[in-house]
């Protein structure tokens, strides 16, 4: 299929937050009205993307909807031959943020999800996309993709 034309583009199924979380008010964004995310693509995958949030998953309607970012990782995995079984997507925020918020305090809130949820799925490979998900994973401020980038790393001791 030619991935250019979006034929291989599909909503990825999510994958249900761990009982206990679905309702967790930490971070703030609860008062966004966004809901919980917690990852989406293939749980046991090998390789998982951390992005900093969620991003727009539905219309104003309540269609579901594969917005540009998820569009545009999807097309380059195709396009160097991963499938959708391949990968796992997850976030450093487990809302979407609609308005303005305390950037590091939900950051330190949500971080203890993500790194529970790299305990429990162990991947081989972690990509980080973006200066956002790179500092929260790094556990450093001033981490910038730019500068880390052709290099393996073992961030946070590992």
Not at 75 to 83: N, S
Not at 117 to 143: M, W
């Amino acid at each position: 299929m030619d991935v250019n034309e979006g034929k291989c583009l599909k909503v990825w199924p999510e994958e249900e937050p761990p009982s206990g979380v679905e309702n967790c008010t930490d971070c703030g964004l609860i008062t966004h009205g966004s809901r919980l995310i917690w990852g989406e693509g293939n749980p046991n995958a090998p390789i998982l993307i951390l992005l900093d949030n969620p991003g727009a998953r539905e219309d104003r309607d309540g269609n579901s909807f594969i917005c540009g970012t998820r569009q545009t990782l999807q097309k380059a995995a195709y396009e160097v031959g991963f499938h959708d079984h391949d990968l796992y997507v997850t976030y450093v925020l487990k809302r979407r943020p609609k308005k303005a918020y305390d950037k590091p305090v939900a950051r330190e809130a949500c971080i203890q999800h993500l790194l529970d949820q790299l305990q429990s799925k162990s991947p081989r490979f972690v990509f980080c996309l973006g200066n956002v998900a790179t500092q929260s994973f790094f556990a450093e401020n001033e981490a910038e993709v730019k500068n880390l980038r052709q290099e393996w790393h073992s961030p946070r001791g590992g």
